[in-house]
């Protein structure tokens, strides 16, 4: 439950995915996988581009829109 509730899904949300007849606890735990997979790929890049942020204020040098 913890891990749907991660993922955003409400307790009735929840409730009616592992009520259903064709859930399997296996296939669900690999698709997390590869979605907490892919939102830790995206919190990377953000960090990234952050920390160039951070890099590019302090030398006191403003970055390209395209880099932004």
């Known amino acids: 439950i913890l891990l749907f509730r991660a993922m955003g ?3 009735r949300e929840i409730g009616e995915t592992l009520d ?3 859930y399997r ?3 669900a735990l690999k698709q997390h996988r590869l979605n907490t997979l892919e939102r830790r790929r995206q ?4 960090v990234e581009t952050i ?3 951070i890099r590019e204020m302090e030398k006191g040098i403003t970055m390209k829109q395209a880099d932004k």
């Open 9 to 11: 899904m409400e307790l």
């Open 20 to 22: 259903a007849p064709q």
């Open 25 to 27: 606890r296996l296939e």
């Open 43 to 46: 919190l990377d890049e953000l």
């Open 51 to 53: 920390d160039a942020s």
